[in-house]
């Protein structure tokens, strides 16, 4: 017979307490006229530095409770007869968090992952710790990949049907993906939402409904470039894109061709996209300035390049932001993005602090080019003699 609650002992020696681990985690804490674990108390494993800080009942976990891992990692929750139930929080070594449902010591229900700073990172369910049911995937940029969990994929969106939808959350590409990656999909629009219970966070509780667009009718696929590929389809424009900007002859005397804004277009808001071939940086700076006219570096190792034989949009219109010119005095900046299509690429985005609502219908999208080369060895500026004119005299 279990010890009543009235027999509980406040002694604190250290004892062993057997939980069917590899080791026998040794237990601080108060105990019941038995022995066992009862009140609040610790258990630690001396070999990998995890703890568990809570309160005991004759034995098992009771309570609100904490897990410690040596990995920073943290899971506190409510336990019942030694099992996490009902919503817990895990903190991740990052600090990105989950909260999730769990059942008899399990994930099974609704969750939401969160970045540190606090913002969505995915919705959905568990079934036996496996994600099952709708999920939405939300990427950094504001990208977000949904659909339903294939069984038997270990909780990957696989299949038929599933999206993803650009940061508008409007404009999707819908059609069938292989653990997170386009194999084939269509453009479509979103026209509805139709309710769920199987969204955590209830601002989110819809699974959305979209239309594919006549307008568009392509077929697209996961299509990185290469170093000598550009794009295995040139001229099959990116949708989302084509609805927000457009290539005309630039209002800067002597640039050339230049990106205008489609349609008004909000501050901090996604634009274009820069793809391009993939070079190193030592290709690129060995090169005449002549031949570097489209290229933007895309982290320490890459270059993404449009070359000039890509440079007329009856060669290449796949994407547009090499048509953005220079502009000491820019309304948009690049910056990183995952696209299903190209990959990891650079986009061009309105700037945050751009006043009123951003950009209006028919101004020019420019970026600070931002071009800093010396000549090798020396502390001599190497920078193309257009881009020299524009620097201000000191």
Same mark, same amino acid.
């Given at each position: 017979?279990?010890? *009543? ?20 985690? #040794? ?11 009862? $009140? ?18 004759? @034995?098992? &976990?009771?309570?609100? %409770? /904490?897990?410690?891992?040596?990995? $920073? ?12 139930? @009902?919503?817990? +929080? ?40 496996? /994600?099952?049911?709708?999920?939405? !995937?939300?990427?950094?940029?504001? @990208? ?9 994929? %270990? ?33 479509? =629009? ?11 966070? &209830? ?7 979209? /239309? ?17 590929? !550009?794009?295995?389809?040139?001229? =099959? ?13 630039? !209002?800067?005397? $002597? ?7 489609? /349609?008004? !277009? ?35 190792? *890459? #270059? ?10 009856? =060669? ?31 986009? #061009?985005? #309105? ?14 999208? +420019?970026?600070?080019? %931002?071009?800093?080369? &010396? ?20």
């Amino acid at each position: 017979n279990r010890c *009543t609650e009235e027999e509980e002992e406040e002694e604190e020696e250290e004892s062993e307490f057997d939980e069917n681990d590899s080791e026998v985690p #040794v237990y601080h804490g108060s105990r019941d006229s038995c022995g066992e674990p009862h $009140g609040r108390g610790t258990l630690k494993w001396p070999s990998t530095g995890n703890r568990f800080e809570g309160r005991f009942a004759h @034995g098992a &976990k009771s309570g609100r %409770g /904490r897990f410690h891992f040596s990995d $920073g990692s943290v899971l506190s929750g409510f336990y019942d007869d030694d099992c996490l139930s @009902g919503w817990a +929080t895990y903190t991740y070594p990052d600090g990105r968090v989950m909260e999730a449902e769990y059942k008899w010591g399990e994930l099974n229900g609704a969750f939401v992952e969160r970045c540190p700073d606090g913002s969505p990172m995915a919705f959905g369910r568990h079934e036996a710790n496996v /994600r099952t049911g709708f999920l939405q !995937l939300i990427d950094e940029f504001g @990208g977000v990949l949904a659909g339903k969990v294939e069984e038997g994929s %270990g909780g990957l969106l696989s299949g038929d049907g599933i999206a993803y939808v650009y940061p508008d959350h409007a404009t999707a590409l819908i059609g069938r993906f292989r653990e997170g990656v386009m194999m084939e999909a269509r453009n479509a =629009v979103f026209i509805n939402a139709v309710n769920s219970h199987e969204i955590a966070d &209830k601002s989110l509780n819809c699974v959305p409904v979209y /239309r594919y667009r006549e307008d568009y009718p392509a077929i697209y696929q996961f299509d990185e470039s290469t170093g000598d590929r !550009l794009s295995s389809f040139p001229l =099959v424009p990116d949708a989302y894109e084509q609805d927000r900007v457009y290539v005309a002859q630039s !209002l800067i005397s $002597g640039a050339g061709e230049g990106l205008f804004a489609r /349609r008004d !277009l909000s501050p901090g808001e996604v634009a274009s996209f820069y793809n391009g071939l993939r070079v190193t940086h030592v290709e690129v700076d060995a090169r005449d300035w002549t031949l570097n006219q489209n290229t933007l570096s895309l982290d320490e190792e *890459t #270059v993404i390049d449009v070359p000039q034989s890509a440079s007329s949009l009856d =060669v290449y219109c796949a994407s547009l932001g090499h048509k953005a010119n220079h502009s000491l005095n820019p309304t948009c900046e690049y910056a990183p993005f995952c696209h299903p299509r190209f990959g990891n690429i650079k986009c #061009v985005k #309105v700037l945050a602090e751009a006043a009123g609502p951003g950009l209006r219908k028919g101004e020019e999208l +420019t970026c600070d080019y %931002g071009y800093e080369h &010396k000549v090798p060895g020396t502390n001599v500026d190497d920078l193309p003699s257009w881009f020299n004119k524009c620097i201000p005299n000191p």
